[in-house]
């Protein structure tokens, strides 16, 4: 049994999974053998891709199916190669462990039946996506996993919120899967070959490739969660539930970048220069935009999906990146650039999926998702904490977790950018680097909020005061994902090494071999020029921080000291006088939110002898829905309206409308002979 067969096996099992949950649902024990058998089926596809992808530098030739399904003259065409066993291990690790987390989570879920049937066909379908071979395979895979994941967005249904959110996204969906059929059609021709080997081998004009690149942005890029398309996102994934939410903002995205990265570096496989151009000012804006709106949020599960957005846009900077390298003969420096994307892609899952898995078991346990009524969880939810503390730390880019390895592979990538013959990369990549740092350190500031209104001070409500400690399911897929953040960035040059036969298939070249390198650090180039060691560091803080503690409880004075806390200057000691989430992110607002997101602060001060309280409202505006969406809403609202006059025409009326219509196409088809 080859290995494409065997994944298309364990995607059959998704969908006999998902068949299974309709019919057993509403049982008790629905929740625990559905989980289970997702968690099965996703285990032996992530081992499956990861055996092809350690294996793929000994035999680099992939794995290919056709079934006869589909077009009659085409049939569905299957393939697993380095680039696919890579985002298969990404899906299929975040499965496994979504499931695990699940057997815990889903016994609060109030609306199972909901949930069940759509969770393994949501798996199914992003495996599908990366399996597909054809435009026509391809394209009906992504339409099933975007309708699958609507449905888990469905599942609470009945808040008005929630039905907002499932709306735009599938607007959004649609959208997107119009612009990725254009992009085919393009690439396909007059001839219509669909299959991605016929797509391999054609030559495709400048003109082409720069509308595919651009159809691909529209499609790819709006289920990603690129900047302005991004609208969908801090809306559809807080709608799911936590283990959802965890894949569709972990992982959902990820299998966007790969259908960025097949047809752009794969099918077309010679870009253009200024293609770079475009990626990069995108990833730039939408990095910088995503953390400024994700600093100004006090919803939890928002915050984290804006944060998504931020991350999109450092993978799709590292992408432009490689297509300016791979444009212009610097191969070496485009495997960088995509190894360093390609890392990211890794990594985001990992701490995005920790992250939402924490914020799911504290949504468990307190039933809030509203930080300014959080507070304290760190005494009554230790382990959740720790965890939690971990996937900030990392999505922070703060050594040694993983964050930090990829976002330095990435400047290194920019470091290389002199080189670039064309003037306007020479002084666009050092901006988007710029960008890139002022990403990277709102996204600090971002998780120190974050941490810091959520788990430490004091409660600030009743059920953040009475909170208890998740179940032993949950616990153990944050554990898992914590350790897989900090092995990623102590042991980053396993990961690189592993990464080689991707960059070697669409590059032509790869970093060098990091095994070979002392003391496991990693060299992206030449060790003249840069190296880092994220095991050191992870020993050197390791043994610092032990060294610190050790001399404070062994010198530091015993003797018992009371003095009053200091309480801002309220005589009254109160939870509520504590920072939170909306001040800690007052100077943020006031320095960017002004110009970026055209924040308003209006105090209501009583004059003196009123005993009002006084008032802060913060009024935020989202210029880019307001500026793009909007209009459109209303131009679409207006024309649906003059249009539902035709409802009410006379048959006579219809028929002359009929035959000016036949008239017209007679007309078009005469000149267009």
């Not at 846009?313 to 191969?331: D, Q, R, T, W, Y």
């Not at 004059?607 to 935020?620: F, H, I, K, Q, S």
Request: with cysteine.
């Amino acid at each position: 049994m080859t290995p494409a067969v065997a994944l298309l096996m364990c995607t059959a099992a998704f969908l006999g999974t998902a068949i299974l949950a309709v019919a057993i649902a509403r049982s008790n024990w629905a929740t625990r053998v559905i989980y289970s058998a997702s968690l099965v089926a996703s285990g032996v596809a992530f081992a499956i891709a990861l055996v092809q992808l350690s294996s793929a530098g000994v035999a680099p030739l992939a794995s290919t199916i056709i079934l006869p399904l589909g077009l009659p003259w085409l049939g569905a065409h299957f393939r697993l190669d380095a680039l696919a066993a890579f985002f298969l291990v990404v899906v299929d690790l975040a499965g496994l462990l979504a499931s695990l987390y699940a057997l815990g989570y889903g016994r609060h879920e109030h609306a199972a039946h909901r949930v069940l049937p759509f969770f393994p066909a949501f798996l199914a379908g992003m495996n599908l996506v990366i399996l597909a071979d054809d435009a026509f395979t391809f394209l009906i895979s992504w339409e099933f996993m975007s309708l699958a994941s609507w449905a888990l967005v469905m599942a609470h249904h009945r808040d008005a919120d929630n039905r907002r959110a499932g709306y735009l996204y599938i607007v959004m969906a649609s959208f997107g899967t119009l612009a990725l059929l254009l992009a085919f059609g393009l690439l396909a021709g007059a001839n219509g070959n669909y299959g991605f080997t016929a797509m391999r081998g054609a030559a495709y004009t400048p003109s082409t490739a720069g509308l595919v690149l651009i159809l691909l942005l529209f499609g790819a890029g709006s289920k990603a969660g690129l900047v302005p398309l991004h609208v969908w996102l801090p809306l559809a994934h807080p709608a799911a539930p936590s283990h959802v939410s965890a894949l569709m903002s972990g992982v959902m995205t990820k299998v966007a970048v790969y259908g960025f990265i097949r047809v752009v570096f794969d099918l077309i496989a010679a870009p253009a220069w200024w293609s770079g151009i475009i990626v990069l000012m995108l990833g730039g804006g939408t990095a910088v935009l995503g953390i400024l709106q994700a600093m100004l949020e006090t919803d939890l599960k928002r915050l984290l999906a804006y944060s998504t957005i931020e991350n999109i846009g450092v993978i799709f900077a590292s992408l432009g990146l490689a297509l300016a390298f791979k444009a212009n003969g610097m191969e070496l420096a485009a495997a960088l650039a995509l190894t360093a994307a390609l890392f990211h892609v890794l990594n985001h899952s990992f701490f995005k999926s920790l992250l939402f898995f924490g914020a799911g078991a504290v949504l468990t346990a307190t039933g809030e998702r509203n930080m300014d009524k959080l507070g304290g969880l760190i005494h009554r939810m230790p382990v959740t904490s720790i965890a939690f503390l971990v996937g900030c730390v990392a999505i922070s880019a703060l050594p040694p977790f993983n964050g930090f390895a990829s976002e330095w592979l990435t400047f290194q990538a920019i470091l290389e950018s002199p080189a670039l013959p064309q003037w306007g990369l020479k002084i666009l990549v050092p901006a988007v680097g710029g960008l890139l740092a002022l990403s990277a350190a709102l996204a600090a500031a971002c998780f120190v909020k974050v941490f810091g209104v959520t788990f430490l001070g004091r409660p600030r409500s009743t059920a953040a005061e009475q909170a208890l400690e998740v179940d032993r399911f949950s616990l153990t897929a944050m554990s898992v994902l914590a350790a897989l953040c900090l092995l990623a960035g102590i042991l980053p040059g396993i990961v690189i090494d592993g990464l080689a036969p991707v960059t070697l298939s669409l590059i032509g070249d790869r970093m060098p071999v990091q095994a070979d390198i002392p003391w496991l650090s990693i060299v992206p180039i030449a060790e003249s020029r840069s190296s880092y060691n994220g095991l050191l560091v992870f020993l050197f803080t390791l043994f610092s921080a032990s060294l610190t503690a050790y001399l404070i409880h062994r010198f530091a004075s015993r003797r018992l000291r009371r003095a009053p806390a200091w309480d801002c200057g309220f005589p009254e000691i109160n939870p509520l006088s504590q920072y939170g989430a909306g001040s800690f992110a007052q100077p943020v607002r006031r320095v960017f939110g002004t110009l970026i997101l055209r924040v308003r602060e209006r105090v209501d001060m009583p004059v003196p002898g009123d005993l009002r309280p006084a008032r802060l409202t913060v009024e935020t505006h989202d210029l880019i829905w307001e500026g793009l969406y909007l209009p459109i809403v209303g131009a679409v609202g207006f024309a649906a309206e003059k249009l539902n006059h035709l409802q009410f025409l006379t048959i006579r009326r219809y028929l002359s409308l009929v035959f000016l219509a036949l008239v017209f196409l007679l007309l078009v088809l005469a000149l267009w002979s």
